[in-house]
């Protein structure tokens, strides 16, 4: 099993470590609204409005959940530690 790996995936395709992707962990809007200082609803306007992409997953009830990438997220709003400065400035 491991060799079949090492030689090619299903499809036939080399793998390779430089050519790999490894993701990243996605988030909900809260922990995004969270850690760049946003409110919840400033991250839901910017999925309804496109500039913020998502990930769109059923839950056990039915119900949508919306994952984002982090990196999108830092592409969007910059920096989170810089944005939390900035935020912290803007409550004084």
Same mark, same amino acid.
């Given at each position: ?10 499809l036939g395709?080399?793998?390779t470590?430089?050519?790999e992707?490894? %993701?990243t962990a #996605?988030?909900? $809007?809260?922990?995004?609204?969270k850690? /760049? @200082? ?15 992409p998502?990930?769109?997953a ?5 119900? %949508?959940?919306? #994952?984002?990438? $982090?990196l999108?997220?830092?592409?969007? /709003? @910059?920096?989170?530690?810089a ?10």
């Open positions: 099993m491991l060799a079949s790996f090492m030689d090619g995936n299903e395709e080399k793998m470590a430089a050519t992707i490894v %993701p #996605l988030c909900t $809007p809260g922990f995004i609204a850690k /760049w @200082g946003k409110r919840r609803v400033s991250v839901w306007a910017a999925i309804q409005n496109g500039r913020l998502a990930l769109t059923t839950d056990s009830s039915g119900g %949508p959940v919306y #994952l984002v990438n $982090p999108d997220a830092e592409r969007l /709003w @910059g920096n989170p530690a944005a939390a400065d900035q935020t912290a400035t803007n409550n004084r």
